[in-house]
């Protein structure tokens, strides 16, 4: 059975390595030098910070497991990760609008390597505090890092179409090709050279020290709040009226729940999912492999985004029923009883349909971050940008924390039925998106208007 995996994972490394290989001009954008220079200061800081994160997903639930912890124990760590980011990261969120988006990211640097460094002790309470201190620092990682990026891009004058370039590549290496070595590097601590599943935690707080370093002595301050006479509170209810105000605003973030909500539930499921019966799998590889194959859908999103006559809002429709579909391989697998594996043994065919669909959903996700990010550059005003990403993600946490709670009440295909159900939701809410877009597209946000509504809102600087 070893050698299905790396049929997989070779079948999709000549996949990706063909797009990437066969770009034409037309699936290009020309850049200038400076911008280059920009963009690959950003992108080397974003891939540290990401193999910081990456490194630890492989060995997160079976480093609890380890310690002795069943799946309630370990759904309840990771609700705390999920609530903590909930309760905190829209403060953390409007602290780097108020403050600076540069002291966030450091300050995700220090909370998440306090993070790893909890992972060595066994017990409940230490590692429920790392859960919390790793649910902040997600926050921090999800709006901070890419705040910065979009003002900064502004500020230096470089064309908004480029944004597009600095996405595609993030994800293609921050979510693809790091995430990838990050996982075999993982494995090879953990597993072939025997140091166990705390291992790849050390070496986390290692990469997010080195980037610290980068971010400290390259890059330079940005606010939302230019003027920084805002307080939390006036943020806050900024933001609140910002996306009640502007459909499209909330119609982004009620799609971004949703499919983030399934995915983070993905995240929890797919190491039971593929081994119902403890089957040895090697986690670190399929691992490896779920992010090649987020690779190949960021090298597709590239090629998407740099047609200017193909609108995200349009494909990203296709997307998410697509992963919808794949997201249903469990129940299907389930409802049609077919053969599952024995402890200690190798993954069951079942296990390998269900493989196959979730390399897919992978490949969902690698598009979907890209075209994500440049939706939010045009809807999201920029003074308000990391409150309102934060705002976001309280449906996220809620609707995660709900399901993490649950996980042993419900069989996992009914989960998965969930997930896949939501996701059908947010191709419904894309496609009121679009028309909402191109209703709006000639009449630009009446800030006179909000600013009845609350006198002290702005007009946002990138409007």
């Known amino acids: 059975m070893e050698i299905f995996y790396y049929l997989v994972f070779g079948g999709l490394s000549l996949i990706v390595a063909g797009l990437e290989?066969?770009?034409?001009?037309?699936?290009r954008v020309n850049t200038s030098s400076t911008f280059n220079s920009f963009k690959n200061n950003y992108l080397f800081v974003y891939s540290l910070m990401m193999a910081g994160d990456w490194l630890q997903g492989p060995y997160v639930y079976?480093?609890?497991?380890?310690?002795?912890?069943?799946?309630?124990?370990?759904?309840?760590?990771?609700?705390?990760?999920?609530?903590?980011?909930?309760?905190?990261?829209?403060i953390v969120g409007s602290l780097a609008d108020k403050q600076g988006r540069k002291r966030a990211c450091v300050t995700y640097c220090i909370t998440y390597i306090l993070s790893c460094i909890t992972k060595h002790s066994p017990q409940y309470k230490i590692l429920m505090l790392g859960r919390i201190l790793g649910g902040i620092a997600t926050s921090l990682l999800f709006s901070a890092f890419e705040s910065w990026l979009v003002a900064e891009h502004n500020k230096r004058g470089f064309e908004p179409q480029w944004l597009s370039v600095t996405f595609s590549k993030a994800?293609?290496?921050?979510?693809?090709?790091?995430?990838?070595?990050?996982?075999?590097?993982?494995?090879?601590?953990?597993?072939?050279?025997?140091?166990?599943?705390?291992a790849p935690f050390d070496a986390a707080g290692c990469f997010l020290a080195i980037g610290?370093?980068?971010?400290?002595?390259?890059?330079?301050?940005?606010?939302?709040?230019?003027?920084?006479?805002?307080?939390?509170?006036?943020?806050?209810?900024?933001?609140?009226?910002?996306?009640?105000?502007?459909?499209?605003?909330?119609?982004?973030?009620?799609?971004?729940?949703?499919?983030?909500?399934?995915?983070?539930?993905?995240?929890?499921?797919?190491?039971?999912?593929?081994?119902?019966?403890?089957?040895?799998?090697p986690h670190g590889f399929i691992f490896a492999t779920f992010m090649l194959s987020s690779m190949l859908g960021s090298s597709i999103a590239s090629r998407l985004m740099a047609r200017a006559s193909l609108k995200v809002e349009s494909y990203m429709q296709i997307i998410f029923l697509i992963s919808s579909a794949t997201l249903l391989l469990p129940v299907v697998t389930g409802y049609l009883n077919i053969s599952q594996g024995?402890?200690?043994?190798?993954?069951?065919?079942?296990?390998?349909?269900?493989?196959?669909g979730f390399c897919v959903f992978e490949a969902c996700v690698g598009i979907f971050w890209p075209s994500i990010m440049k939706m939010r550059s045009q809807y999201i005003p920029e003074e308000a940008r990391?409150?309102?990403?934060?705002?976001?993600?309280?449906?996220?946490?809620?609707?995660?924390?709900?399901?993490?709670?649950?996980?042993?009440?419900?069989?996992?295909?009914?989960?998965?039925?969930?997930?896949?159900i939501f996701l059908?939701?947010?191709?419904?809410?894309?496609?009121?998106?679009?028309?909402?877009?191109?209703?709006?597209?000639?009449?630009?946000?009446?800030?006179?208007?909000?600013?009845?509504?609350?006198?002290?809102?702005?007009?946002p600087l990138n409007s």
């Open 386 to 420: 990391s409150t309102i990403m934060n705002f976001f993600r309280i449906p996220l946490n809620v609707f995660v924390c709900i399901v993490l709670y649950n996980v042993s009440a419900f069989p996992i295909t009914v989960m998965f039925g969930m997930c896949s």
């Open 21 to 27: 290989l066969s770009k034409s001009s037309k699936d």
């Open 62 to 90: 079976f480093l609890y497991s380890s310690y002795g912890y069943d799946k309630g124990d370990i759904g309840r760590l990771f609700i705390a990760g999920f609530g903590s980011s909930m309760f905190f990261g829209t």
């Open 171 to 198: 994800i293609f290496l921050g979510n693809g090709l790091v995430a990838i070595i990050a996982g075999l590097f993982a494995n090879l601590l953990a597993d072939n050279l025997g140091f166990g599943p705390v």
């Open 342 to 356: 024995e402890k200690g043994g190798s993954m069951s065919y079942g296990g390998c349909i269900q493989l196959f």
């Open 424 to 459: 059908f939701m947010a191709s419904v809410l894309q496609r009121r998106l679009m028309v909402v877009s191109d209703l709006h597209k000639s009449k630009p946000q009446d800030w006179s208007a909000l600013k009845e509504r609350d006198p002290e809102a702005e007009e």
């Open 212 to 281: 610290m370093t980068v971010i400290l002595s390259t890059w330079t301050e940005n606010f939302g709040d230019a003027t920084g006479s805002k307080n939390l509170l006036s943020q806050f209810k900024g933001a609140a009226v910002a996306i009640a105000s502007d459909e499209k605003i909330a119609l982004l973030g009620a799609i971004q729940s949703l499919f983030e909500g399934s995915m983070y539930t993905f995240v929890f499921l797919w190491t039971p999912a593929l081994s119902p019966n403890e089957e040895d799998i």
